[in-house]
């Protein structure tokens, strides 16, 4: 099965509860699924996993796999790896995200890597997270919310990766916020104006239960596009 790039419109969109939630689902189907985040920024945890990111997609995912080999690179400031090496002096390695992309992608049959921010966030001073999908050579799924002003964030997402060449598997609409657009609205507009398929939408998440995620990603997202 082909590994999918998790990225969004901006950071906060979702994409760790989305990729949760597909990673519990498509392991509750029977496939044997990695995750990684190969860049992770922001307050260290003081247990376990440094990235309370990589500490909810392991659990979800239920993976033994070492801290190192799903998170190569952490920086402690709530930042783009292209910023925290010019504030902290330490060079992001993409070498490392990508051998160990690699290494995953032996161990798993599929392998959902979660990105970091939005679609043009730096690692370095030319080199994106668009380079690093165009670089892993698979599609991105593209995680974008309701709230007012996600039109335009997510057209210049979509416009972006086009730029860049990577196939977009489709975009899911993460609706969590209270005062955003309509659903059956925002999939027909964003639809017809990033002719993208639509995958489907993601309610607000009370309980991350694996129960929990399960029924509710079974039940609102177009499984059989994500995975054809
Ligand atoms: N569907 C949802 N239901 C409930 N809360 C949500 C949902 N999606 C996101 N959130 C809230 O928004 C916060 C940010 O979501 P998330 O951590 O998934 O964003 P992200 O895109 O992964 O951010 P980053 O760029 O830092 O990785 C979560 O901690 C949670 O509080
Ligand atoms: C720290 C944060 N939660 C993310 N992990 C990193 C977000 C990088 C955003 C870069 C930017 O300002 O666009
Ligand atoms: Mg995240």
Same mark, same amino acid.
């Given at each position: 099965?082909?590994?999918?790039f998790i990225?969004?419109?901006?950071?906060?969109?979702?994409?760790?509860?989305?990729? @949760?939630?597909l +990673?519990?689902?498509?392991?509750?189907?029977?496939?044997?699924?990695?995750?990684?985040? %190969?860049? *992770? #920024?922001?307050?260290a945890?003081?247990?376990?996993?440094?990235?309370?990111?990589?500490?909810?997609? @392991?659990?979800? +995912?239920?993976?033994?796999?070492?801290?190192?080999?799903?998170?190569p690179?952490?920086? %402690?400031? *709530? #930042?783009?790896p292209?910023?925290?090496?010019?504030?902290?002096?330490?060079k992001?390695?993409?070498?490392?995200?990508i051998?160990?992309?690699?290494?995953?992608?032996?161990?798993?049959?599929?392998?959902?890597?979660?990105?970091m921010?939005?679609?043009?966030?730096?690692?370095?001073?030319?080199?994106?997270v668009v380079?690093?999908?165009?670089?892993?050579?698979?599609?991105?799924?593209?995680?974008?919310r309701?709230?007012?002003?996600?039109?335009?964030?997510?057209?210049?997402?979509?416009?972006?990766?086009?730029?860049?060449?990577?196939?977009?598997?489709?975009?899911?609409?993460?609706?969590?916020d209270?005062?955003?657009?309509?659903?059956?609205?925002l999939?027909?507009?964003?639809?017809?104006?990033?002719?993208?398929?639509?995958?489907?939408?993601?309610p607000?998440i009370?309980?991350?239960?694996?129960?929990?995620?399960?029924?509710i990603?079974?039940?609102?997202?177009d499984?059989?596009l994500?995975?054809?």
């Open positions: 099965m082909k590994s999918l990225s969004g419109t901006d950071t906060d969109v979702g994409k760790t509860y989305v990729t @949760a939630g +990673a519990v689902t498509l392991r509750k189907m029977g496939v044997d699924v990695g995750v990684m985040k %190969p860049f *992770a #920024a922001g307050n945890q003081k247990k376990g996993f440094k990235s309370e990111d990589v500490e909810i997609l @392991a659990n979800a +995912a239920q993976v033994s796999d070492s801290e190192n080999l799903l998170n690179q952490f920086f %402690p400031i *709530a #930042a783009s292209y910023t925290a090496w010019m504030n902290l002096k330490v992001p390695q993409i070498n490392s995200a051998s160990n992309f690699k290494t995953l992608s032996k161990i798993h049959s599929m392998v959902l890597v979660e990105g921010g939005g679609i043009m966030t730096p690692i370095l001073k030319n080199y994106f380079d690093l999908i165009k670089e892993m050579r698979i599609p991105a799924v593209l995680v974008t309701t709230k007012v002003g996600t039109v335009n964030h997510t057209i210049m997402t979509v416009q972006m990766c086009r730029n860049y060449k990577i196939p977009i598997k489709g975009i899911i609409i993460n609706d969590f209270s005062d955003g657009y309509k659903i059956r609205e999939t027909r507009d964003l639809k017809s104006l990033t002719q993208v398929p639509i995958l489907g939408s993601i607000f009370k309980d991350m239960s694996d129960t929990s995620l399960y029924r990603f079974k039940k609102n997202l499984l059989k994500l995975l054809k």
